[in-house]
């Protein structure tokens, strides 16, 4: 029987998370360089989290810096985790990533090389090798299953976005299931968080679209701590939001849910519900040690390289500073 991970066993890597999270992107970071003068002056601010120099500041340039940043954290993480199975968490959207963009590469006839991400738990290669030669030796059953039934999917209805549905179902249903077997009460909370937040986009999505009841159930998945046969009651019924989440973290996005609903804005709900996971994880901030702080910095990291996007690109967009700040997400430091 495997030897029972104790919070104790955290001691070292929880010290090291909260040197780590000094170099985090704070918001004060985020406010210089959205009042940068120049790109290559709020790529400067990124260099003292840690990012490496960006010589010329384009899009190429930053998928680069962030694509090196985060190979940097897992391997730092890796090396150091009592558990490895607790990072594999967080690299499993990768493969999914990848398996997504390699069926659609394969449907149009496209070269999907710079759309592939080196951060999963198998190298982009491997995958790409597995899809082309019909051969997955040496993949989780689970993930080959969801990608054969997206195929199927995708060359039947030649519909990307049903073939999307069923990996993310997939995706949802072995990220809970790793968590889980991690032990971590906190980190089978946070999949749930997101699980819920997934359903509850896609429920004001629908109803915003007045899509019907059979479209709604096959974008709903299983595992949250929201019951889908309550989503599937109040999208029939018409109770009302507020009667699924009244009582929940996500009260808050519902509420700009029902108003998004009526038209109203669809960025001011999806960034409540951002918000939210964000304020869950946070509460790893006065852990002293155990995995808390590790899957609290892994998230904050994430929603890091989102920001960094959203600034980087807004910037050399050219958007104005009032419209990238009013995207940005609440920062974990």
Same mark, same amino acid.
């Given at each position: 029987?495997?030897?029972?991970?104790?919070?104790?066993?955290?001691?070292?890597?929880?010290?090291?998370?909260?040197?780590?999270?000094?170099?985090?992107?704070?918001?004060?970071?985020?406010?210089?360089?959205?009042?940068? /003068?120049?790109?290559?002056?709020? $790529? *400067?601010? +990124? &260099? !003292?989290? #840690?990012?490496?120099?960006?010589? =010329?500041?384009?899009?190429?340039?930053?998928?680069?810096?962030?694509?090196?940043?985060?190979?940097?954290?897992?391997?730092?993480?890796?090396?150091?985790?009592?558990?490895?199975?607790?990072?594999?968490?967080?690299?499993?959207?990768?493969?999914?990533?990848?398996?997504?963009?390699?069926?659609?590469?394969? /449907?149009?006839?496209?070269?999907? $090389? *710079?759309? +592939? &991400? !080196?951060? #999963?738990?198998?190298?982009?290669? =491997?995958?790409?090798?597995?899809?082309?030669?019909?051969?997955?030796?040496?993949?989780?059953?689970?993930?080959?299953?969801?990608?054969?039934?997206?195929?199927?999917?995708?060359?039947?209805?030649?519909?990307?976005?049903?073939?999307?549905?069923?990996?993310?179902?997939?995706?949802?249903?072995?990220?809970?299931?790793?968590?889980?077997?991690?032990?971590?009460?906190?980190?089978?909370?946070?999949?749930?968080?997101?699980?819920?937040?997934?359903?509850?986009?896609?429920?004001?999505?629908?109803?915003?679209?007045?899509?019907?009841?059979?479209?709604?159930?096959?974008?709903?998945?299983?595992?949250?701590?929201?019951?889908?046969?309550?989503?599937?009651?109040?999208?029939?019924?018409?109770?009302?939001?507020?009667?699924?989440?009244?009582?929940?973290?996500?009260?808050?996005?519902?509420?700009?849910?029902?108003?998004?609903?009526?038209?109203?804005?669809?960025?001011?709900?999806?960034?409540?519900?951002?918000?939210?996971?964000?304020?869950?994880?946070?509460?790893?901030?006065?852990?002293?040690?155990?995995?808390?702080?590790?899957?609290?910095?892994?998230?904050?990291?994430?929603?890091?390289?989102?920001?960094?996007?959203?600034?980087?690109?807004?910037?050399?967009?050219?958007?104005?500073?009032?419209?990238?700040?009013?995207?940005?997400?609440?920062?974990?430091?």
């Amino acid at each position: 029987m495997a030897k029972r991970i104790k919070d104790t066993d955290y001691l070292f890597l929880s010290t090291r998370i909260r040197v780590l999270e000094r170099t985090l992107l704070t918001r004060e970071r985020m406010d210089r360089m959205l009042e940068a /003068a120049t790109d290559a002056e709020a $790529a *400067r601010v +990124l &260099v !003292e989290c #840690g990012y490496p120099e960006m010589p =010329v500041v384009d899009v190429d340039s930053i998928n680069t810096a962030l694509a090196t940043m985060r190979d940097s954290v897992f391997q730092d993480l890796y090396s150091n985790a009592p558990d490895p199975k607790l990072i594999d968490v967080f690299k499993l959207k990768y493969d999914y990533h990848n398996a997504k963009t390699l069926l659609k590469s394969e /449907a149009m006839g496209s070269d999907p $090389a *710079r759309l +592939l &991400v !080196e951060a #999963g738990r198998f190298p982009a290669a =491997v995958l790409t090798e597995a899809l082309g030669s019909g051969s997955f030796s040496g993949l989780p059953d689970g993930f080959v299953a969801a990608v054969r039934e997206a195929r199927d999917i995708l060359n039947t209805t030649h519909n990307p976005q049903l073939s999307d549905f069923a990996l993310d179902r997939a995706y949802f249903a072995e990220m809970l299931q790793m968590a889980r077997d991690t032990g971590s009460d906190f980190l089978v909370g946070y999949v749930q968080m997101l699980i819920d937040v997934a359903n509850l986009r896609s429920l004001v999505r629908v109803l915003r679209m007045g899509k019907n009841e059979d479209y709604l159930k096959n974008v709903l998945f299983e595992g949250g701590a929201v019951a889908v046969r309550s989503l599937l009651t109040a999208a029939a019924t018409g109770s009302g939001l507020d009667a699924v989440y009244g009582v929940t973290p996500l009260a808050g996005a519902a509420e700009l849910g029902e108003t998004a609903i009526q038209g109203g804005s669809l960025t001011a709900f999806e960034k409540s519900c951002d918000n939210a996971v964000m304020n869950y994880v946070s509460a790893a901030k006065y852990v002293a040690f155990g995995e808390a702080p590790v899957v609290g910095y892994l998230v904050a990291r994430d929603n890091e390289f989102t920001a960094v996007r959203i600034i980087m690109t807004g910037r050399l967009a050219g958007l104005s500073t009032d419209l990238i700040r009013e995207r940005l997400r609440e920062a974990y430091v």
